[in-house]
């Protein structure tokens, strides 16, 4: 049986970050994911806003979290290579009743550090925003929030990792966990394994996970939201909109993406088919977003997808506003229920799990963890990166060559690390091509 | 920095057609793919010209392609600039720019994908446009697995369900219209096999996870299928000349102009702006 000082259950964002900050010691650590490659769960499909951290109740930990996990943005997207955005938010309504509301946030944002907010009259954020509906009453700017891509950031965190000497196991999933007298035995589709620590990070499945031993004191329960993609060509607003709910609709957002592309994000609804949208759904999120953006083209959309998020409640039935790290015995920890800003606070989280499993494993500091990830780069000399397979987003052959390289085994893991497949085709005129390539490296059509 | 009279970009009917048009001057015509030809490669079935496949009527256009005409293939252009600068990209000769008097956009168009329409349900595999899937079959050897929905009854969409019926395939064709769509000549298949054609209906959710198990429709129709077709419309490729669409130096031609039904009249277009072209250079000299 293998042994390791920490294992991590679940290969998203989180758990990503997590392994990454677990190397920052010299802790040994496995990465254990039920799927063929990371990033496939909530990290795939959320609203990619860095927050800027005036939602939150002042004190609380996500509020503290996101102002610093907003702050940390730049130098940790500089340190993984990946693009980050720093386009500011407007929060707008069109009710004046509404802005008392707007007051609170802006009071919240002052109480937790939030730089630079401030408080707009209707003429200055529709002159900031013209595509905006006329007639807006009040708006909060918050020059720090920003967008990144979620996905990107944890593929990134993972590489890093792994480039640190985390271990990983795909296609592994937990299915039982024993106590023993020095940690805990994991009993999984493959080998079992042997470990101290055991932090789960399963997403959705968190609740069930810890359930496996211990009793639960969170139990998550999943909504849905859904989504809109536009070509990048759409003329769209330059910040992030959050339309809070008023008479004009129940408050959409419009994310203009680090690639180009404007998100629009719909209300929560109740979950049906987990990541599926619904026909009304859909339909309402057109209608909110004609009314919101009326001058949006919204003949530009690429896609739509849905989301799920897992909320957490206690037994008792009463919801769980703040993230809770579950601590239910020594050296096992569990994230359940961390939904927004979690990717805000990905690199947070990991950082303060990291430092309590060092704590409890008495683990010294790794003083060769380098926290530096390559992107993948276009390079221009070598003809394959000259070869353009995705037309659309203008992927060359050489990157999906090192996407493959880098683990990638289907056209959507590819997909997820260089981006090709996300343009206005969706994949008809590429898929054939990269299917090819990785038929040709070991990993044919299932 | 090489320098050209004419940039004709792409090098299926319409470009052929404007490169033979565009006499005399210096041209350089350039196309990702790896053949001249375009769509018309992936056409084995009959209908081009006098009852010739796509494949036969490329390889008549391309016996007295000009041999002056310089020819850069598995290039493809990646930007176009208003000082008539363009940014190639191609394995054989790498990042590449040139200059240019006259610019053929002949580009051709793209399919509708599934996404752009509001369709719900998950995202599952088994999706494909109905050219996608034409490539698949005549270029690759693919068959899919049946029964099939296509989503569009127009010419595309006939013609792609004639091919699976041929194959054997249960077909089901779904139109929002209250009639077929597509050319007489191409509905013909539907008295010719037994395809299920669905009108004054749309599909509006799809079913199964990982792979597509079945669609409903509008008025609740639930059908299985394997394989889900969208031939819902094509769509100019004219990204590449974004916001200059008003300068005289650009001649847009064939389905980047607009999507025709038949080759003659883009191998028409594509000859009237090989001319125009030539008659601007003249002018400006
Ligand atoms: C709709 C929505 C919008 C959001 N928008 C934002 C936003 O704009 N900004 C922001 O900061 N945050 C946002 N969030 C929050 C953020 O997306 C999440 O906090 C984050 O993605 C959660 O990542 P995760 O790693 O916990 O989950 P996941 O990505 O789901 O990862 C969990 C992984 O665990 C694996 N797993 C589960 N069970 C097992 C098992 N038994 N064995 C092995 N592996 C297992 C799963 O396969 C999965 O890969 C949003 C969330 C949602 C739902
Ligand atoms: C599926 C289908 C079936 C048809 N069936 C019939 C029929 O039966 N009978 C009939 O008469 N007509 C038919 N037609 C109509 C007609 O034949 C086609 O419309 C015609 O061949 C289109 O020619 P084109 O040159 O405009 O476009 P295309 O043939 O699409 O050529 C465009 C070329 O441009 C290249 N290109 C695009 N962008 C770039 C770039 N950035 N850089 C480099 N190269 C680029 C592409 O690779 C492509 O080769 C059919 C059309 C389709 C789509």
């Not at chain 2, 219209?177 to 096999?193: A, T, V, Y």
Request: hydrophobic share 40%; net charge neutral; glycine share 10%.
């Amino acid at each position: 049986m293998k042994r390791f000082d920490a294992v991590v259950i679940g290969g998203g964002i989180l758990g990503c970050f997590v392994a990454r900050n677990l190397r920052r010691w010299n802790i040994s650590t496995l990465l254990v994911e039920k799927e063929g490659d990371v990033c496939t769960g909530i990290t795939r499909a959320n609203s990619a806003i860095v927050y800027a951290g005036y939602d939150n109740k002042p004190g609380s930990s996500k509020a503290e979290m996101t102002v610093r996990g907003n702050a940390n943005m730049d130098s940790l997207c500089e340190e993984l290579e990946v693009p980050f955005s720093r386009c500011g938010s407007l929060l707008v309504t069109y009710d004046v009743s509404s802005v008392p509301k707007l007051e609170r946030k802006l009071e919240n944002g002052r109480q937790n550090g939030v730089a630079g907010m401030r408080m707009l009259t209707g003429e200055e954020a529709e002159a900031m925003e013209p595509m905006l509906k006329k007639g807006i009453a009040a708006a909060v700017y918050a020059p720090s929030t920003g967008t990144v891509n979620p996905w990107q950031l944890g593929i990134a965190a993972y590489e890093n990792a792994v480039q640190n000497g985390a271990q990983v196991s795909l296609n592994t999933s937990v299915n039982g966990i024993r106590r023993e007298d020095s940690g805990y035995i994991l009993l999984t589709s493959g080998e079992s394994i042997a470990c101290k620590v055991v932090i789960n990070c399963a997403g959705l499945y968190a609740d069930q996970l810890q359930q496996l031993l211990f009793p639960p004191s969170t139990r998550l329960k999943l909504d849905g939201a859904e989504y809109l993609v536009l070509d990048p060509l759409a003329r769209k607003p330059e910040h992030i909109i959050f339309h809070q709910a008023d008479s004009c609709g129940k408050g959409i957002t419009a994310i203009p993406c680090v690639e180009g592309n404007l998100l629009i994000s719909g209300v929560r609804k109740d979950l049906t088919v987990p990541f599926a949208t619904t026909a009304e759904g859909l339909e309402e999120l057109y209608a909110d977003t004609h009314r919101l953006l009326p001058e949006l083209d919204t003949s530009m959309v690429i896609r739509s997808f849905g989301a799920v998020r897992p909320n957490p409640y206690r037994e008792s039935g009463e919801s769980i506003p703040d993230f809770c790290v579950e601590n239910p015995a020594p050296g096992f920890y569990s994230l359940i229920g961390i939904k927004t800003p979690g990717l805000t606070c990905s690199n947070e989280l990991g950082l303060a799990l990291g430092e309590k499993a060092a704590a409890f494993l008495q683990a010294e500091k790794n003083i060769c963890f380098n926290p530096h990830r390559k992107a993948i780069e276009k390079k221009k000399e070598d003809p394959d990166y000259c070869q353009i397979l995705c037309q659309c987003e203008r992927i060359t052959k050489g990157e999906i060559m090192e996407a493959i390289r880098r683990g990638a085994t289907t056209v959507d893991g590819v997909k997820r690390r260089v981006g090709s497949g996300m343009g206005r085709c969706q994949g008809s005129r590429c898929t054939w091509e990269i299917e090819k390539l990785l038929e040709e490296n070991g990993h044919g059509a299932i | 920095m090489e320098q050209y009279d004419i940039l004709i970009i792409g090098g299926g009917a319409a470009g052929i057609s404007a490169a033979k048009a565009a006499k005399g001057a210096q041209v350089l015509l350039v196309d990702r793919k790896n053949a001249l030809g375009g769509v018309l490669l992936q056409c084995t079935h009959q209908g081009f010209g006098k009852n010739k496949s796509g494949i036969e009527y490329a390889a008549d256009l391309i016996k007295d392609f000009p041999q002056e005409v310089s020819l850069t293939l598995n290039t493809t252009v990646l930007s176009i600039s208003k000082d008539r600068t363009a940014l190639l990209s191609g394995k054989e000769f790498g990042l590449r720019e040139i200059r240019f008097s006259q610019l053929i956009l002949a580009t051709g168009c793209r399919e509708i994908p599934m996404g752009a329409l509001p369709i719900a349900g998950t995202r599952p595999k088994g999706v494909y446009t109905a050219g996608q899937m034409q490539a698949m079959m005549n270029l690759h050897g693919h068959t899919p697995e049946g029964p099939v929905v296509i989503l569009g009854s127009g010419d595309l969409g006939l013609i792609m369900a004639k091919q699976l019926a041929q194959a054997g395939l249960a077909v089901t064709l779904v139109e929002k219209k209250d009639h077929c769509g597509g050319m007489i000549k191409n509905q013909r298949c539907l008295k010719e096999f037994p395809i299920r054609l669905i009108c004054g209906d749309t599909i509006t959710e799809v079913h199964g996870y990982p792979q597509i198990s079945g669609c409903t429709t509008a008025k609740g129709i639930t059908i299985p299928c394997s394989t889900l077709l969208i031939a819902a419309g094509l769509v100019p490729e004219r990204e590449l000349i974004f916001g200059m669409e008003k300068y005289d130096w650009l001649h847009i031609c064939g389905n980047c102009n607009t999507v025709h039904p038949m080759v003659e009249a883009v191998i028409n277009e594509g000859k009237l702006s090989g001319v125009a072209a030539c008659n601007n250079l003249r002018g400006s000299l």
